[in-house]
């Protein structure tokens, strides 16, 4: 596996990394397996994708305790992110909480579950507009002074905010949406990130599964369901748009997925997708894509692509969306 650096950290990471969301949960893309979920990630060592993210809100708390399973006995061989902020409201939802004051209790609990001693790389989930950027990230820096924490990082955060943590301490690694089906980061998100010498860490690398799951498909509880892009009004409206990946797929010789992979980290060095999954077989498709280089000829016959047709469908339902990039 190919390695890239994490922000001017000097720290190489695995050019793809494990978005591992899904393990542990029904609720992100279906019925979970932790056998399988287990598999996967000692596949993932197999393969050198070394880099796993995961967040104390997946499964509320699972997900992070299914993963010190695999990570404990091979903790030097995993460079391991969670993310804090999103807490249960008691009703089966969350709200978002990082205050300062909670947040050395939520990387602990974290800490706890993992079975570690320091997380690598601590994210804020998203920027509240009631907690001044510069508060929070003191109290991030305070856990890396503390030596619970290595590199601190934000999530779904503007590029005003972006610049601001990084006046407090520095930020290692952005983590967006970023896919061929969602670029809105190419405008302001990405040139800062470059600007100030900070990984883009894209989630939801392959749109969440539209290359190949349409809305009718997905399990009663799949979180997708609540998605636009997913929903009966969008229908086939992305159908000429996946024809035209799957087509320029065939012709490279690769598979649609790592088609899409390629052209995410062919847009940047310091760009380090995460594609999600629980299942062995997909991880080691998605493995693949580290070693498929697109030459400037596909690059620009991608975006003459996407050019053609444009994504329909939002990303998010319009609450959701007020959560993002603030």
């Given at each position: 596996?190919?390695?890239?650096?994490?922000?001017?950290?000097?720290?190489?990471?695995?050019?793809?990394?494990?978005?591992?969301?899904?393990?542990?949960?029904?609720?992100?893309?279906?019925?979970?397996?932790?056998?399988?979920?287990?598999?996967?990630?000692?596949?993932?060592?197999?393969?050198?994708?070394?880099?796993?993210?995961?967040?104390?809100?997946?499964?509320?708390?699972?997900?992070?305790?299914?993963?010190?399973?695999?990570?404990?006995?091979?903790?030097?061989?995993?460079?391991?992110?969670?993310?804090?902020?999103f807490?249960?409201?008691?009703?089966?939802?969350?709200?978002?909480?990082?205050?300062?004051?909670?947040?050395?209790?939520?990387?602990?609990?974290?800490?706890?579950?993992?079975?570690?001693?320091?997380?690598?790389?601590?994210?804020?989930?998203?920027?509240d507009?009631?907690?001044?950027?510069?508060?929070?990230?003191?109290?991030?820096?305070?856990?890396?002074?503390?030596?619970?924490?290595?590199?601190?990082g934000?999530?779904?955060?503007?590029?005003?905010?972006?610049r601001?943590?990084?006046?407090?301490?520095?930020?290692?690694?952005?983590?967006?949406?970023?896919s061929?089906?969602?670029?809105?980061?190419?405008?302001?998100?990405?040139?800062?990130?470059?600007?100030?010498?900070v990984?883009?860490?894209?989630?939801?690398?392959?749109?969440?599964?539209?290359?190949?799951?349409?809305?009718?498909?997905?399990?009663?509880?799949?979180?997708?369901?609540?998605?636009?892009?997913?929903?009966?009004?969008?229908?086939?409206?992305?159908?000429?748009?996946?024809?035209?990946?799957k087509?320029?797929a065939?012709?490279?010789?690769?598979?649609?997925?790592?088609l899409?992979?390629?052209?995410?980290?062919?847009?940047?060095?310091?760009?380090?997708?995460?594609?999600?999954?629980?299942?062995?077989?997909?991880?080691?498709?998605?493995?693949?894509?580290?070693?498929?280089?697109?030459?400037?000829?596909?690059?620009?016959?991608?975006?003459?692509?996407?050019?053609a047709?444009?994504?329909?469908?939002?990303?998010?339902?319009?609450?959701?969306?007020?959560?993002?990039?603030?």
């Open positions: 596996m190919k390695t890239r650096e994490l922000g001017r950290t000097g720290q190489q990471l695995s050019a793809l990394g494990l978005g591992c969301m899904s393990m542990a949960s029904d609720y992100a893309y279906g019925p979970s397996d932790e056998r399988e979920a287990v598999a996967t990630l000692h596949r993932a060592l197999e393969l050198g994708v070394t880099f796993w993210d995961t967040a104390d809100i997946y499964g509320f708390g699972a997900n992070e305790t299914l993963l010190r399973q695999v990570l404990v006995p091979n903790r030097n061989r995993v460079f391991l992110a969670t993310k804090f902020g807490v249960a409201d008691g009703a089966g939802g969350t709200s978002l909480d990082v205050r300062p004051e909670r947040i050395a209790a939520a990387c602990d609990a974290s800490l706890q579950r993992l079975g570690i001693d320091t997380i690598d790389l601590y994210y804020a989930h998203r920027i507009p009631a907690v001044p950027v510069e508060e929070m990230v003191g109290a991030m820096a305070a856990l890396v002074q503390a030596g619970k924490v290595r590199f601190l934000l999530s779904e955060a503007s590029a005003t905010s972006l601001r943590a990084q006046a407090t301490h520095p930020i290692a690694a952005l983590q967006s949406e970023y061929i089906f969602t670029r809105d980061v190419e405008a302001e998100i990405l040139p800062a990130c470059q600007e100030l010498g990984s883009l860490v894209p989630f939801s690398p392959l749109g969440r599964g539209l290359l190949t799951t349409t809305g009718p498909q997905l399990a009663e509880k799949d979180l997708r369901r609540s998605m636009p892009r997913f929903g009966e009004e969008v229908g086939d409206a992305n159908a000429p748009l996946i024809a035209g990946l087509e320029l065939a012709a490279k010789g690769c598979g649609t997925a790592q899409a992979l390629a052209w995410l980290l062919a847009q940047d060095a310091h760009i380090i997708p995460i594609p999600g999954t629980k299942q062995r077989k997909y991880l080691e498709e998605n493995a693949v894509a580290a070693d498929t280089e697109l030459s400037p000829a596909e690059v620009e016959q991608l975006r003459a692509l996407l050019a047709h444009p994504v329909v469908g939002a990303r998010y339902s319009e609450g959701a969306l007020k959560l993002v990039n603030r």
